[in-house]
């Protein structure tokens, strides 16, 4: 799979092309990017991060503003410890695949589902909840 692995060129072009980002820059080996998401007309914007360091099993995922949470008392469901989104199970994602056309669109609609389980109190994302989920 190395061989299909996509350069940080080849996930920096992709993701500059997209309308949504801010910025998008390779520094220490590592890709950084920022961008806005509006999972629906309705919903709110957001702010998000990608980090990306080839040879890790994914990127990592946050959402910088507005601040994600969980009512009173509960659990945010579907991240990892860091508020890193949980985006899909381990095998869906490789470095052969293109951030911009995997990892944004899956987050736009993990926004979707959080939004939905902030008005309904029910995940309706499916996927598991992370073995190292942060518990609150």
Do not use: F
């Not at 190395?2 to 920096?12: I, S, V, W, Y």
């Not at 490789?94 to 987050?107: D, E, H, L, Q, Y």
Request: charged share 20%; aromatic share 8%.
């Amino acid at each position: 799979m190395a061989g299909d692995r996509k350069t940080l060129a080849q996930q920096l072009g992709g993701l500059a092309r997209l309308g949504l980002t801010t910025s998008v820059t390779v520094r220490g080996g590592s890709l950084l990017w920022t961008g806005t998401l509006k999972p629906t007309p309705l919903s709110d914007t957001y702010t998000m991060r990608i980090t990306y360091r080839p040879g890790e099993p994914a990127p990592e995922v946050r959402i910088v503003s507005p601040e994600i949470h969980a009512p009173e008392g509960g659990t945010l469901p579907h991240v990892y410890p860091g508020e890193r989104l949980c985006l899909c199970y381990p095998h869906e994602w490789n470095g052969g695949k293109m951030i911009s056309r995997t990892i944004v669109p899956w987050a736009a609609e993990w926004l979707l589902h959080y939004e939905i389980w902030v008005a309904t109190d029910a995940w309706r994302g499916g996927g598991h909840e992370p073995a190292c989920a942060r518990r609150r």
